[in-house]
């Protein structure tokens, strides 16, 4: 844990990527706790910055992550975890991936299609 350089707020980005793909599917922020709990577990725990507390990617969707892997980057102040992404759903929008939009000629263009409606799976719509 020393070895992890926390950012003025105690928080270090994290990027979440298929162990199996090597595809980018999230970016989220991780305290100590995160990190600790992450690696007690095996499954992907996040700190959420908006609600303040941690999250345990999965809780309300379902689309749970077990964690392969923690790597750090050369400055200590990233993290790389290669995840098993339960459901095919790593997006809060019902996408595979929360890089869905690619620029193309000065626009932003959707990519990859909703696998399954946001209302569907937190149900409220």
Not at 23 to 51: C, D, I, Q
Request: aromatic share 8%; charged share 25%; hydrophobic share 35%.
């Amino acid at each position: 844990m020393e070895a992890i350089a926390f950012d003025e707020h105690g928080l270090v980005p994290a990027i979440a990527q298929d162990a199996t793909t090597g595809r980018v599917l999230m970016f989220a922020w991780m305290n100590r706790e995160a990190v600790e709990k992450t690696a007690e577990l095996g499954e992907a725990v996040y700190y959420s910055r908006s609600r303040r507390k941690l999250w345990h990617k999965g809780e309300q969707s379902g689309h749970t992550q077990t964690v392969r892997e923690i790597r750090l980057d050369c400055d200590g102040d990233v993290l790389l975890l290669s995840i098993e992404q339960h459901g095919g759903i790593a997006c809060h929008t019902g996408r595979e991936s929360c890089f869905y939009r690619r620029l193309e000629h000065g626009r932003w263009q959707t990519t990859d299609e909703v696998r399954k409606s946001p209302g569907a799976i937190y149900g409220n719509g």
